[in-house]
């Protein structure tokens, strides 16, 4: 069996140590120096043995459709529809997001997908989903799951295509491909191809735009940092536990295959697989809860529900087909508006175990106006939220001005290809804002605010004196001229009384 040098261990493993570099870049720049590679690792953690820059480089799909969906109009949509099919290029040659669906019958090896193909009954089920929610239709050969979109408008549409191309497409294909890579790992080589997918499945995870403080991306990265702040478990900017846990498993999971580990790398998937359901359980939680405690029924809250439910149920289901059928039918569109979160939250807390989900990971949702957790939605360990400066925002947070992706906003968002304007109108009346964050730390603007407010007050104190000298200056100079003209006119009449005199004599 080939060993590597230890050259090729720079990256350390610990959790703590990953968790670290997230919150501090400079640390994770010098972790990762490698000469003997020129590929960029992702966010300064995972560096990848092959060039995966493509599939990395599908978040930008994903972000010309959201741009292209914020237009509000069918126009939008048709576009939209056009780059999932055919990629930003627009001539379908490479790899796309639609493709990702298609290719899912190449992840035979992977026991999560087996579990999904049993449940919906298609490999293409994710594609069947997005192009009903293109279509406005229905998906009508599933064996489970179908969901009907004939009575949404576009915002509920575009909400479902938005949310379920990561949940659909790119989460399985991540776990598809960890899997599927420590179940062909051999323990007589350095597992080469095994290495590759497992290099491709954190390019999918990642994108080729998060940054390290959740801002910036498109995939499941940074849902995964929206969702640990919604729900109490990290400040914002701060790593989300569930991430630095996830990429101390991607960097020990490819040190296990390419020394041949291969249990130890079955044991990674496993647990990244875990470690990624939790988002999709809070998203869960979060849709019900806005539908059933806050009566919001607004067909872009139900797009999300249906999106995160649909990702989920598989995976329930493959636990306890009563508590999949609870979901589905308080979840699917249309039967939403009927859907008690309480009944909801309880089968999926049924389903943790199995899941690989602790309630340590999932937290609560909180109020971000500084009240803990929201009533009905505490953690079901009772821990309490971390704590973090109020921000003034309610549940659904809508002023968006961190640049967070995740999140319907109102500012303008990027097509990311030359076809378009970067810049596209965004819609007047957006809908609520479920995974953006808020306007920026309320301790750190106010400390700004008064730092302002004395800087103004001095300079109003320094313009005022030099005001008040000016205005005594010319006080002075006009008292000057006012007594040189006096002088001038006294002249003036001694002269002409002068004159008279002497005519006189």
Same mark, same amino acid.
């Given at each position: 069996?080939?060993?590597?040098?230890?050259?090729?261990?720079?990256?350390?493993?610990?959790?703590?140590?990953?968790?670290?570099?997230?919150?501090?870049?400079?640390?994770?720049?010098?972790?990762?120096?490698?000469?003997?590679?020129?590929?960029?690792?992702?966010?300064?953690?995972?560096?990848?043995?092959?060039?995966v820059?493509?599939?990395?480089?599908?978040?930008?799909?994903?972000?010309?459709?959201?741009?292209?969906?914020?237009?509000?109009?069918?126009?939008?949509?048709?576009?939209?529809?056009?780059?999932?099919?055919?990629?930003?290029?627009?001539?379908?040659?490479?790899?796309?997001?639609?493709?990702?669906s298609?290719m899912?019958?190449?992840?035979?090896?992977?026991?999560?997908?087996?579990?999904?193909?049993?449940?919906?009954?298609?490999?293409?089920?994710?594609?069947?989903?997005i192009?009903?929610?293109?279509e406005?239709?229905?998906?009508?050969?599933?064996?489970?799951?179908?969901?009907?979109?004939?009575?949404?408008?576009?915002?509920?549409?575009?909400?479902?295509?938005?949310?379920?191309i990561?949940?659909?497409?790119?989460?399985?294909?991540?776990?598809?491909?960890?899997e599927?890579?420590?179940?062909?790992?051999?323990?007589?080589?350095?597992?080469?191809?095994?290495?590759?997918?497992?290099?491709?499945?954190?390019?999918?995870?990642?994108?080729?735009?998060?940054?390290?403080?959740?801002?910036?991306?498109?995939?499941?990265?940074?849902?995964?940092?929206?969702?640990?702040?919604?729900?109490?478990?990290?400040?914002?900017?701060?790593?989300?536990?569930?991430?630095?846990?996830?990429?101390?498993?991607?960097?020990?999971?490819?040190?296990? %295959?390419l &020394?041949? @580990?291969?249990? *130890?790398?079955?044991?990674a /998937?496993?647990?990244? =697989?875990?470690?990624?359901?939790?988002?999709?359980?809070?998203?869960?939680?979060?849709?019900?809860?806005?539908?059933?405690?806050?009566?919001?029924?607004?067909?872009?809250?139900?797009?999300?529900?249906?999106?995160?439910?649909?990702?989920?149920?598989?995976?329930?289901?493959?636990?306890?087909?009563?508590?999949?059928?609870?979901?589905?039918?308080?979840?699917?569109?249309?039967?939403?508006?009927?859907?008690?979160?309480?009944?909801?939250?309880?089968?999926?807390?049924?389903?943790?175990?199995?899941?690989?989900?602790?309630?340590?990971?999932?937290?609560?949702?909180?109020?971000?106006?500084?009240?803990?957790?929201m009533?009905?939605?505490?953690?079901?360990?009772?821990?309490?939220?971390?704590?973090?400066p109020?921000?003034?925002?309610? %549940?659904? &947070?809508? @002023?968006?001005? *961190?640049?967070?992706?995740? /999140?319907?906003?109102? =500012?303008?968002?990027s097509?990311?290809?030359?076809?378009?304007?970067?810049?596209?109108?965004?819609?007047?009346?957006?809908?609520?804002?479920?995974?953006?964050?808020?306007?920026?730390?309320?301790?750190?603007?106010?400390?700004?605010?008064?730092?302002?407010?004395?800087?103004?007050?001095?300079?109003?104190?320094?313009?005022?004196?030099?005001?008040?000298?000016?205005?005594?200056?010319?006080?002075?100079?006009?008292?000057?001229?006012?007594?040189?003209d006096?002088?001038a006119?006294?002249?003036?009449?001694?002269?002409?009384?002068?004159?008279?005199?002497?005519?006189?004599?």
């Amino acid at each position: 069996m080939t060993k590597r040098s230890t050259t090729q261990r720079a990256l350390p493993t610990c959790a703590c140590c990953i968790a670290a570099m997230l919150a501090n870049p400079s640390l994770a720049v010098a972790a990762t120096t490698r000469a003997m590679s020129e590929q960029q690792a992702f966010l300064g953690l995972y560096e990848p043995e092959t060039n995966v820059d493509d599939i990395a480089a599908l978040d930008l799909d994903h972000r010309s459709i959201v741009a292209r969906l914020a237009t509000g109009d069918g126009e939008g949509l048709l576009e939209a529809q056009d780059v999932y099919s055919k990629g930003r290029d627009g001539d379908g040659s490479g790899l796309t997001i639609k493709l990702l669906s298609t290719m899912a019958g190449n992840l035979a090896a992977s026991s999560t997908y087996q579990n999904f193909l049993k449940y919906y009954g298609e490999s293409d089920y994710a594609d069947q989903w997005i192009e009903a929610s293109f279509e406005g239709g229905a998906t009508s050969s599933l064996a489970n799951g179908d969901v009907d979109f004939s009575n949404f408008d576009f915002e509920g549409r575009a909400a479902a295509i938005r949310w379920g191309i990561p949940l659909l497409h790119v989460w399985m294909n991540v776990v598809g491909l960890l899997e599927m890579s420590a179940a062909t790992c051999q323990t007589s080589s350095d597992n080469a191809s095994q290495v590759a997918e497992w290099d491709k499945a954190v390019a999918l995870y990642t994108g080729s735009v998060a940054r390290q403080d959740g801002t910036g991306g498109y995939f499941l990265f940074t849902l995964a940092q929206v969702e640990c702040y919604k729900f109490g478990l990290c400040k914002k900017g701060d790593p989300a536990p569930v991430n630095a846990k996830i990429f101390n498993k991607f960097v020990a999971g490819k040190s296990d %295959l390419l &020394d041949g @580990n291969c249990s *130890s790398a079955k044991d990674a /998937a496993g647990k990244i =697989k875990g470690l990624m359901t939790v988002p999709l359980v809070q998203g869960v939680i979060r849709a019900m809860y806005a539908m059933d405690i806050h009566d919001d029924f607004q067909e872009t809250t139900q797009g999300m529900g249906a999106a995160f439910a649909a990702a989920l149920l598989p995976l329930v289901n493959a636990c306890s087909e009563g508590n999949a059928y609870i979901m589905h039918n308080d979840m699917t569109p249309g039967k939403a508006l009927k859907g008690s979160y309480e009944v909801v939250r309880a089968a999926l807390e049924r389903s943790y175990d199995c899941l690989g989900v602790i309630c340590e990971d999932v937290g609560g949702l909180v109020d971000l106006r500084g009240n803990g957790y929201m009533l009905g939605a505490e953690a079901c360990n009772n821990a309490k939220p971390v704590e973090r400066p109020v921000t003034g925002d309610g %549940l659904f &947070d809508n @002023n968006n001005q *961190s640049g967070n992706n995740m /999140a319907d906003t109102t =500012k303008p968002v990027s097509y990311g290809d030359d076809n378009k304007n970067d810049n596209p109108a965004a819609p007047t009346q957006p809908a609520p804002q479920w995974y953006n964050e808020n306007n920026g730390g309320g301790a750190t603007s106010t400390s700004l605010a008064v730092v302002f407010g004395i800087l103004c007050f001095i300079c109003g104190a320094v313009i005022a004196c030099l005001c008040k000298k000016e205005i005594s200056r010319k006080t002075t100079r006009n008292d000057i001229e006012t007594d040189s003209d006096s002088t001038a006119e006294g002249c003036e009449e001694l002269e002409e009384k002068k004159a008279s005199d002497q005519e006189i004599v």
